[in-house]
T-cell receptor
């Protein structure tokens, strides 16, 4: 299994440009999520999905869109890039939430390092 | 806002010493997880402790949970240079279990 894959690894954008960060998993996980990691801030949840066709907002959703048309893929779209979106982006997946609690480990991708000029 | 905060922010020790990191969180939880992140890499799950557990072991890792103080600690015994990484706690929220919220992390440096 490839696990969680992310593309691209690095990206430089100009302010105002749009792009899509790709995330895919081959573990048949129902739950997928996107985080951004900034120095001193830890990881902050952007959007998440509990299954195909279902998405919801995390802590910092503004400026980002997601969709979940298949179980495997969970792309993150930057609508109009801003310098404040310079960060490292991580996608993660896990088995479905069970018993009303988040009791499954998350598997993380290697990250996408994004710079917005 | 973030659920957890780790303390200390950074820790430097010699190989063979024990490393203790603490995590404090804000709301009632169902469980708490610890993750490790090597420089430039994604996070890797270490251990999960449920709200009805007080202590859990996995190899050289020992995790404690005190729900009355809303805090957890991660102890790494007999540390190795390979343990050099950042360590994060993560919790769900008893009222909203769809989200796993991470703390700010502790950077551990183990010198040979």
């Amino acid at each position: 299994n490839a696990g969680v894959t992310q593309t691209p690894k690095f990206q430089v954008l100009k302010t105002g440009q749009s792009m899509t960060l790709q995330c895919a998993q081959d573990m048949n996980h129902e739950y997928m999520s996107w985080y951004r990691q900034d120095p001193g801030m830890g990881l902050r949840l952007i959007h998440y999905s509990v299954g195909a066709g279902i998405t919801d907002q995390g802590e910092v959703p503004n400026g980002y869109n997601v969709s979940r048309s298949t179980t495997e893929d969970f792309p993150l779209r930057l609508l109009s890039a801003a310098p404040s979106q310079t960060s490292v982006y991580f996608c993660a997946s896990s088995y479905s939430l069970a018993g009303g609690s988040f009791d499954n480990e998350q598997f993380f991708g290697p990250g996408t390092r994004l710079t917005v000029l | 806002s973030q659920q957890g905060e780790e303390d200390p922010q950074a820790l430097s020790i010699q190989e063979g010493e024990n490393a203790t990191m603490n995590c404090s969180y804000k709301t009632s939880i169902n469980n708490l997880q610890w993750y490790r992140q090597n420089s430039g890499r994604g996070l890797v799950h270490l251990i999960l402790i449920r709200s009805n557990e007080r202590e859990k072991h996995s190899g050289r890792l020992r995790v404690t949970l005190d729900t009355s103080k809303k805090s957890s600690s991660l102890l790494i015994t007999a540390s190795r240079a390979a343990d050099t990484a950042s360590y994060f706690c993560a919790t769900d929220d008893e009222g909203n279990t769809d989200k796993l919220i991470f703390g700010t992390g502790t950077r551990l440096q183990v010198f040979p």
